[in-house]
C-alpha cells in the first residue's frame, strides 16, 4: 500500500475468533507479514486474530489452478504475519463477506485455500457449514507442556497441525501466554496449535487454544475439528470404525461449534459468522507503523 491510498477493510469474527478482512480482488495490495502484524495489532492497529486477504483465485499464482472450481481465495494470514494453511472460522467469516458484499448469496459456494477447496454452505438461519475435508492422524504420541505439567496429546492435521490434550480442568492449561512446549520437536517443524479439552457430556466437550501465530484465542475452528476426531477415537467412535457419523458439540470460550464426521472421514463444521464493521486503512498510517 502506498501513502495516502485509503484501503476497505471490514471486521468480523467467527464465535470470536476474529479477522481483519482485507477486500482486494486483483491481488494488487503488497500485503507484507509487517503489514499483517499492524492490522492485526490490538493498540496501535485495528486489532484480530489474523488477516483473511479476500482475491480472486485466478489473480494469486498458488490459488490459480483451483480458479475454475472456487472464484475467491481466502489468502489468510495469522495475526504475527505468518501465514497458515487453513482456518476454519476464517472460512465461515470469508462466506459471510463474500454474502455482505453481494457476491455470493444463501446456499452453496466453494472457496479456495492453501488446503484445497472447501465447500460451504450458507443457510436461510444464519448457520455456515463448512466441508473440512478429512483429517491426518500421524502416528505416534506428542506431549504437550505448560509450566511444570506435561499432557500426552493426539497429533492431528486438519491441513494444519495440531495437539489435542485431554485434560482434568481446563484451568490446568495455566495462562497459556507462550507456545505450550511440545516433544517430540520433529513432531511439529513448522509449529502447532495446541488444544485442552475437557468433557461436558456425552460427545459434548470443551476446549481452549493456543494458536500457532495468535497465541490463545476465543475460537478455533480447525481447533474444534481435530478435537472432534481425537475424541471421537478415545470414546471408541471413529465412524470409519462404527459405519456411522459422529458429532460432537464443542463448546470454546467464544462460542459453540457442531462438527460432524462421516464414515468417509469427510469432516464438516458449523457455526455463526458476522461482519462487525467496515472502515478505511490509512495508507500513510500503515507506511509509517511498519517502517
Ligand atoms: N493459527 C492457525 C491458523 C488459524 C486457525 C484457526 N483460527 C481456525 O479457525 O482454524 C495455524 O497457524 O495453523
Same mark, same amino acid.
Given at each position: 500500500?502506498?501513502?495516502?491510498?485509503?484501503?476497505?477493510?471490514l471486521k468480523g469474527h467467527?464465535?470470536?475468533?476474529d479477522f481483519?478482512i482485507?477486500?482486494?480482488?486483483?491481488?494488487?495490495?503488497?500485503?507484507?507479514?509487517?503489514?499483517?502484524?499492524?492490522?492485526?495489532?490490538?493498540?496501535?492497529?485495528?486489532?484480530?486474530?489474523?488477516?483473511?486477504?479476500?482475491?480472486?483465485?485466478?489473480?494469486?499464482?498458488?490459488?490459480?489452478?483451483?480458479?475454475?472450481?472456487?472464484?475467491?481465495?481466502?489468502?489468510?494470514?495469522?495475526?504475527?504475519?505468518?501465514?497458515?494453511?487453513?482456518?476454519?472460522?476464517?472460512?465461515?467469516v470469508?462466506?459471510r463477506y463474500?454474502?455482505?458484499?453481494?457476491?455470493?448469496?444463501?446456499?452453496?459456494?466453494?472457496?479456495?485455500?492453501?488446503?484445497?477447496?472447501?465447500?460451504?454452505?450458507?443457510?436461510? &438461519?444464519?448457520?455456515?457449514?463448512?466441508?473440512?475435508?478429512?483429517?491426518?492422524?500421524?502416528?505416534?504420541?506428542?506431549?504437550?507442556?505448560?509450566?511444570?505439567?506435561?499432557?500426552?496429546?493426539?497429533?492431528?492435521?486438519?491441513?494444519?497441525?495440531?495437539?489435542?490434550?485431554?485434560?482434568?480442568?481446563?484451568?490446568?492449561?495455566?495462562?497459556?501466554?507462550?507456545?505450550?512446549?511440545?516433544?517430540?520437536?520433529?513432531?511439529?517443524?513448522?509449529?502447532? &496449535?495446541?488444544?485442552?479439552?475437557?468433557?461436558?457430556?456425552?460427545?459434548?466437550?470443551?476446549?481452549?487454544?493456543?494458536?500457532?501465530?495468535?497465541?490463545?484465542?476465543?475460537?478455533?475452528? *480447525?481447533?474444534?475439528?481435530?478435537?472432534?476426531?481425537?475424541?471421537?477415537?478415545?470414546?471408541?467412535?471413529?465412524?470409519?470404525?462404527?459405519?456411522?457419523?459422529? *458429532?460432537?458439540?464443542?463448546?470454546?470460550?467464544?462460542?459453540?461449534?457442531?462438527? *460432524?464426521?462421516?464414515?468417509?472421514?469427510?469432516?464438516?463444521?458449523?457455526?455463526?459468522a458476522v461482519i462487525v464493521?467496515?472502515?478505511?486503512?490509512?495508507?500513510?498510517?500503515?507506511?509509517?507503523?511498519?517502517?
Open positions: 500500500m502506498t501513502t495516502r491510498t485509503r484501503t476497505p477493510f467467527g464465535t470470536e475468533n481483519v482485507v477486500p482486494d480482488p486483483e491481488n494488487a495490495l503488497d500485503l507484507t507479514p509487517a503489514a499483517v502484524a499492524v492490522l492485526c495489532d490490538r493498540r496501535a492497529g485495528i486489532g484480530g486474530d489474523g488477516v483473511l486477504h479476500v482475491v480472486r483465485s485466478a489473480a494469486h499464482p498458488e490459488a490459480k489452478p483451483m480458479a475454475a472450481e472456487a472464484e475467491w481465495f481466502m489468502d489468510y494470514r495469522n495475526g504475527d504475519g505468518s501465514v497458515a494453511e487453513m482456518c476454519g472460522n476464517g472460512v465461515r470469508f462466506a463474500l454474502q455482505h458484499a453481494g457476491h455470493v448469496g444463501e446456499g452453496d459456494l466453494a472457496i479456495a485455500t492453501r488446503a484445497g477447496v472447501k465447500t460451504v454452505h450458507i443457510a436461510k &438461519n444464519g448457520d455456515i457449514t463448512v466441508g473440512m475435508g478429512r483429517a491426518r492422524l500421524p502416528e505416534g504420541e506428542v506431549t504437550v507442556s505448560v509450566g511444570e505439567r506435561s499432557w500426552a496429546a493426539r497429533n492431528v492435521n486438519m491441513g494444519n497441525p495440531h495437539a489435542v490434550a485431554f485434560v482434568g480442568d481446563l484451568a490446568d492449561a495455566g495462562t497459556l501466554y507462550d507456545p505450550p512446549p511440545f516433544s517430540p520437536a520433529a513432531a511439529y517443524p513448522d509449529g502447532v &496449535n495446541v488444544e485442552f479439552v475437557v468433557d461436558r457430556g456425552p460427545r459434548h466437550v470443551a476446549m481452549r487454544v493456543h494458536e500457532r501465530g495468535s497465541g490463545e484465542t476465543r475460537s478455533c475452528g *480447525t481447533g474444534a475439528c481435530a478435537v472432534a476426531v481425537a475424541a471421537a477415537r478415545r470414546d471408541g467412535a471413529d465412524p470409519a470404525v462404527t459405519g456411522t457419523p459422529t *458429532t460432537y458439540t464443542v463448546d470454546l470460550p467464544g462460542g459453540r461449534l457442531v462438527i *460432524t464426521e462421516r464414515p468417509d472421514g469427510e469432516i464438516e463444521m458449523t457455526g455463526p464493521a467496515e472502515g478505511e486503512i490509512d495508507g500513510e498510517w500503515l507506511e509509517n507503523a511498519v517502517g
